[in-house]
């Protein structure tokens, strides 16, 4: 509820930052007229929003932080063999293989979601994924072995993998160009706050208890419900209407529920026409097609580069792992410090929305791998002389804080924002479903790694980070275009300028 009064204030905020109507001189404002053009906030789009957000994105936030706190209790129950019948002790390699499946998954679920979204919608794409959702989550909350467990994170991780493509593809199908860039961020928040509510309700003295933790596993069945009882009534993505299934008549009926006035809709009609005479002739593309053609390897490298610069950045070393992590590192009460990094996440996340149209995607970016690059080196320190200076222990935590920090601003949010945008029409479920596969392809590397390199490296753990956080920044530097108060079709088309 909290969530849902605080995004539509701070949306709202933004939509209302434009310029006055005329200027001193009394001419009209050319910013107010370009804000105008695009719309603003109503009714239907701040409800579509939050439903997309928390059956969405909030889902696979949540999956991705509750596997952290919990983890000795999991592995208590799922071990003592006079409570669980056909048990074992469970391994290192095991537990990693729980936690890591989850990309598995993602991976499956965001290769196959494209096309079955081209072909049936946004909103009907939502509603069978949750039920992806209810039967992952049962899987785990009943689990009575960690192969029952594993299989559970698998599907929960197939549910999430969809989300990550058909939630960001449906924001910005919806959103005005004023504000698309902020409610993009708000994808990103629905992730955070997953993240937190997670990590918060995985405390011990919470619901992280062996009493308790097949219920927390089992919580997503809660916004999958909910969403399901709403999400036909929200508007369709009109764009998905308008040049997937040429029904231009009901892409305006979503345009009148969505903008504010008529000629808002003309205006928005207008830029779909615009953008199917200039993608007429061209059918929607397969994965390999898009693969094979020429003119997307730009768009796709940038947006698999992306993805790789969120992934392989480390974060979710941080998010899986961070209560064994302060362990290390000799922090007392780390379940509690890993909610503490939940909370720094979500107020992060709100200080990026409004950020992201007004700084720009790219210097967000090389903000925050600069950022994370710098927390890294200080994280290495800290865990370094945690032995022997007893303040380093909270200096570990300052550090991890300043990474959450350093990748909301930035790599957090982006990615995905931008690969809504870098793509034409006949290429964006492809486009999408790549990207979103390459980053759980990346997820699953540093989920199913990151204890052997803990192991191998010791307190040096985060070194690799460093040199790969600094790498992505020249990538952005030298490859990655600004988006921001672009048209998707303006975008494509610089792209596509530049590829030739």
Not at 306 to 334: C, M, P, R, W
Not at 373 to 402: G, P, Q, R
Not at 448 to 459: C, K, P, R, V
């Amino acid at each position: 509820f909290f969530f849902f009064l605080f995004f539509n204030r701070t949306i709202h905020l933004i939509s209302m930052e434009e310029q006055p109507l005329l200027t001193q001189q009394g001419e009209p404002s050319i910013a107010h007229t370009k804000t105008r053009e695009s719309g603003g906030l109503t009714k239907w789009l701040l409800i579509s929003i939050f439903f997309a957000v928390f059956g969405g994105t909030f889902q696979f936030g949540y999956s991705t932080g509750v596997i952290n706190s919990p983890q000795s209790v999991i592995n208590e129950t799922l071990s003592n063999c006079t409570l669980t019948p056909h048990c074992s002790s469970v391994s290192l390699n095991q537990w990693s293989l729980t936690v890591s499946m989850f990309a598995i998954g993602g991976l499956f679920g965001g290769l196959g979601s494209g096309r079955v979204i081209q072909s049936i919608g946004p909103r009907k794409m939502f509603l069978i994924n949750n039920v992806v959702f209810v039967l992952a989550s049962l899987m785990m909350g009943l689990a009575p072995n960690i192969l029952t467990l594993v299989a559970g994170r698998f599907f929960v991780g197939v549910g999430s993998g969809v989300t990550t493509v058909v939630a960001p593809m449906y924001l910005s199908e919806i959103s005005p160009v004023a504000i698309r860039g902020a409610v993009g961020t708000v994808s990103q928040l629905g992730i955070t706050l997953g993240i937190l509510v997670a990590q918060s309700l995985g405390i011990n003295s919470v619901m992280g208890s062996i009493k308790l933790w097949r219920y927390l596993l089992a919580f997503p069945i809660v916004p999958a419900l909910i969403q399901s009882t709403v999400v036909l009534l929200l508007p369709e993505s009109p764009r998905w209407l308008y040049l997937t299934k040429s029904d231009k008549a009901s892409a305006q009926q979503s345009f009148v529920r969505l903008r504010k006035t008529v000629e808002d809709v003309d205006y928005e009609m207008d830029q779909l026409l615009k953008e199917s005479e200039a993608q007429e002739s061209a059918e929607s593309l397969s994965l390999w097609q898009a693969v094979s053609m020429r003119s997307l390897w730009l768009p796709l490298g940038i947006g698999i580069g992306l993805q790789a610069s969120q992934q392989l950045s480390g974060i979710n070393s941080i998010f899986y792992f961070s209560t064994n992590i302060f362990n290390k590192a000799n922090v007392k009460n780390d379940d509690m410090a890993t909610a503490l990094l939940g909370v720094v996440n979500v107020i992060m996340t709100f200080v990026a929305i409004p950020l992201m149209d007004k700084a720009g995607r790219r210097v967000l970016l090389k903000i925050g791998l600069a950022g994370m690059a710098v927390s890294y080196a200080l994280l290495t320190v800290a865990m370094h002389f945690s032995s022997t200076v007893k303040a380093m222990s909270y200096i570990s935590v300052l550090a991890a804080m300043l990474v959450i920090v350093s990748f909301a601003i930035g790599p957090g949010a982006v990615p995905w924002l931008m690969a809504a945008e870098i793509f034409p029409a006949s290429a964006n479920s492809s486009g999408m479903s790549l990207c979103v596969a390459a980053n759980w392809t990346f997820n699953f590397i540093v989920g199913i790694s990151f204890q052997s390199l803990q192991q191998a490296l010791g307190e040096y753990t985060f070194t690799p980070f460093i040199v790969i956080c600094l790498l992505f920044y020249v990538f952005v530097q030298f490859m990655v275009p600004e988006t921001k108060g672009k048209s998707i079709e303006q975008i494509t088309r610089e792209i596509a300028g530049k590829s030739m």
